[in-house]
């Protein structure tokens, strides 16, 4: 239990860091975390409220919070009009793929609330933060293609052959609806925000093994019967300009939206009675809130709660952030 207070400043929260087979330690020598020993740090989870996946308040009065203990104490101060939640609903991250992800569909709502335990769905938006040469994105499926001619390349080990592919560059930006199958391949750095959900279910890990010489487990029916056969190939986001020339939209749907600030002087988040988390992905930038002064470098994220009242984002050179929110 913490100690019931105001929740008027923006808060940081410690990464969760996730090592996978595909992973790397891209996100310290690019986005500045500390990571242990290893070669394989894959993900570092920045907001989630998912079951035992808890963020922990990093500093400050509620220093050791949980968020889900935010979002049951602080509801009205944390979501304003979005009030009430259950859970706070996302959940945002870095992804270092220096391997090929697996071929994976995650469910809508509809599909995750059968689940058991029920889940939200996954809807989910990436940003390319770097991409070498020769890096890829498989997002949906060519045209043509149908459950029984998907099946059987599954069959075959030839699913990839099925996929839409292209060659990202840094900042781009794609939206994977729920349904949609997809993989990333190695060589991207990515941020990702998507619904507070972790349901993924597997058609292909390009044959390999951890290793013990174990394989991850696949879930071909339950990836078949999820993916949205009607869905062909998905392309980048064609960001849309927005009333600040300084702010362009590159995602508005049902679950949230996403927008990206491009700034080199001083600008102002300012209070709409809603949460937003910011996130820099290129430069520096000094946050003032209240009482509250952070120096934000590449790889720093915070939450604003909707009581907060205006941010003031100050700019050392030209910086970038991303701006997520629900619509």
Known sequence: MIKRMTLHTPLRFEPILREYLWGGRRLETELHKRLGQGERYAESWEIVDHGKDQSIVADGRLAGATLHELVTQYGPALFGLHHPQKQFPLLFKFLDAQQVLSVQVHPNDAQAARLNPPDLGKTEAWVVLAADPGSKIFAGLKPGVDRAHLEEAVKRGTCDQCLHEFKPASGDCILIEAGTIHALNAGLLIAEIQQASDTTFRLFDWNRADREGKTRPLHIQDALATIDFTRGPVLPQIPEPTERPFVERLVVCDQFVLDRWRINQPAALQSDNRFHILSLIEG????????????????????????????????????????????
């Open 284 to 327: 520096e930038v000094k946050l003032d809130a209240a009482d509250e002064h952070r120096h934000l470098r590449r790889g720093d994220t915070f939450l604003i709660p909707a009581a907060c009242g205006d941010v003031q984002l100050s700019p050392i050179g030209s910086s970038v952030l991303l701006d997520m929110y629900l619509p």
